[in-house]
């Protein structure tokens, strides 16, 4: 057995639990960083059909790390349809959402999406309707 001469206090004590649980949530953090985003239930049809006034889409974008990357993908909607409502965007489950106002062909649509989003550095991995 190991015997030490150094002293530990209460003050001590306090500091490496402070820093024991820095340590945890900081491990936490890096996991966070490698989970793929959970895909939403959505109604799929990889066919060729019309998006129609009052639908909400969704799309799954990767590459999103942070705000600043919302904020980048909410303005390349807003550039490519600027008649889209309720925009939201999430880095956290790679989200991406809007209403649209009027109706548009899903190619049309996908289309001038991917011209404003994939410039970016972002890839829309999948799309949807809820």
Known sequence: MIHSEVPVNRTDMIILLILGIMFFFGIRVVISFFKKPAVPKMIRDTG???????????????????????????????????????ITVSHESGEAGFTIVKE???????????????PLGYRIIDEGVK
Not at 58 to 77: N, P, R, S, Y
Not at 105 to 113: G, I
């Open 104 to 118: 548009e062909d899903r190619e049309a649509l996908l289309e001038k999406l991917h011209g404003v989003i994939d």
């Open 48 to 86: 060729n059909f019309t998006f129609h006034n009052g639908d909400k889409i969704i799309l799954m974008i990767d590459g999103m790390m942070c705000g600043m990357c919302e904020i980048h993908v909410k303005d390349a909607i807003r550039k490519a349809l600027p008649e889209a409502k309720d």
